[in-house]
């Protein structure tokens, strides 16, 4: 009896696969849309199991699932009966590639080098192996010598690899006691001393392209290098009351340019 049972469903799992088949070779002619999506829909089962390999790495499940629904669709769309491969194989890697290609292009949020990316894959890797060879933390050495590597290469993939799906500001943390929580943002976030200068900065740098050589000069020796006006008429072979003449007019000019721009 299960012997029977067994052939029959064989038999079953025969007609089904040649009954795609038959649509893939129907599809290739006529490009139907609705032979595609009978396609796609009997073939979603794929794009699940690999995206469900590629969960809790830092990319929502949905967003993997869509991308892989993707990567079945190109799949169905180039594949070739005639080819002999059968469809499964021929789609999985369609649809990892389209996954990798994802998590290269959005699962870092600065963009990195690629092959740091790759090094940062393997030094976490190797950190798991020698771990649970070395019944221990690896050092950096460790790891290097490893992956036959410079110490500096691993300690750069390190750093990038701080890149990859970092905490959200607004996560918050038990204050230890208190009623309120801490958020991230207020343990890590200080003003900068320097942001108020910015914009004035920004409008010197602007405004000096309009200068001359020598009135440029003379700026930066004053107010950069603060050099006296003597010695920079000695340098510049002229008197110190011409110097101070050109310093006079460049600053009433950039006086005149910064109440325009409502500086000051």
């Given at each position: 009896?299960?012997?029977k049972?067994?052939?029959?469903?064989?038999?079953?799992?025969?007609?089904?696969?040649?009954?795609?088949?038959?649509?893939?070779?129907?599809?290739?002619?006529?490009?139907?849309?609705?032979?595609?999506?009978?396609?796609?829909?009997?073939?979603?089962?794929?794009?699940?199991?690999?995206?469900?390999?590629?969960?809790?790495?830092?990319?929502?499940?949905?967003?993997?699932?869509?991308?892989?629904?993707?990567?079945?669709?190109?799949?169905v769309?180039?594949?070739?009966?005639?080819?002999?491969?059968?469809?499964?194989?021929?789609?999985?890697?369609?649809?990892?590639?389209?996954?990798?290609?994802?998590?290269?292009?959005?699962?870092?949020?600065?963009?990195?080098?690629?092959?740091?990316?790759?090094?940062?894959?393997?030094?976490?890797?190797?950190?798991?192996?020698?771990?649970?060879?070395?019944?221990?933390?690896?050092?950096?050495?460790?790891?290097?010598?490893?992956?036959?590597?410079?110490?500096?290469?691993?300690?750069?993939?390190?750093?990038?690899?701080?890149?990859?799906?970092?905490?959200?500001?607004?996560?918050?943390?038990?204050?230890?006691?208190?009623d309120?929580?801490?958020?991230?943002?207020?343990?890590?976030?200080?003003?900068?001393?320097?942001?108020?200068?910015?914009?004035?900065?920004?409008?010197?740098?602007?405004?000096?392209?309009?200068?001359?050589?020598?009135?440029?000069?003379?700026?930066i020796e004053?107010?950069?290098?603060?050099?006296?006006?003597?010695?920079?008429?000695?340098?510049?072979?002229?008197?110190?009351?011409?110097?101070?003449?050109?310093?006079?007019?460049?600053?009433?000019?950039?006086?005149?340019?910064?109440?325009?721009?409502?500086?000051i």
């Amino acid at each position: 009896m299960m012997i029977k049972n067994y052939y029959k469903k064989e038999s079953k799992k025969s007609i089904e696969k040649q009954e795609i088949k038959d649509l893939f070779i129907e599809y290739e002619k006529t490009k139907d849309q609705e032979i595609r999506d009978i396609l796609i829909e009997k073939h979603l089962y794929i794009a699940e199991i690999l995206s469900k390999k590629y969960s809790n790495r830092g990319i929502d499940y949905d967003d993997i699932y869509q991308v892989a629904s993707i990567g079945l669709i190109y799949a169905v769309d180039r594949f070739k009966v005639a080819k002999g491969f059968e469809f499964s194989s021929f789609a999985t890697p369609t649809i990892i590639g389209e996954i990798k290609k994802h998590f290269r292009d959005k699962g870092w949020t600065i963009r990195v080098p690629r092959r740091i990316q790759e090094l940062s894959k393997k030094v976490n890797n190797s950190k798991v192996h020698l771990s649970q060879k070395l019944q221990k933390a690896p050092t950096v050495k460790e790891i290097a010598e490893y992956l036959e590597c410079t110490e500096e290469e691993v300690l750069e993939a390190m750093e990038a690899s701080k890149v990859y799906a970092p905490q959200s500001l607004d996560i918050t943390f038990d204050s230890s006691g208190d009623d309120k929580d801490i958020n991230l943002a207020d343990l890590i976030g200080e003003e900068d001393f320097y942001f108020s200068k910015v914009e004035n900065s920004d409008f010197i740098l602007k405004t000096m392209k309009g200068l001359n050589d020598i009135e440029k000069q003379i700026i930066i020796e004053r107010y950069f290098n603060k050099k006296t006006q003597v010695s920079i008429a000695k340098d510049l072979d002229i008197s110190q009351m011409t110097v101070s003449r050109i310093e006079k007019r460049v600053l009433e000019k950039l006086r005149r340019e910064a109440e325009k721009n409502m500086i000051i």
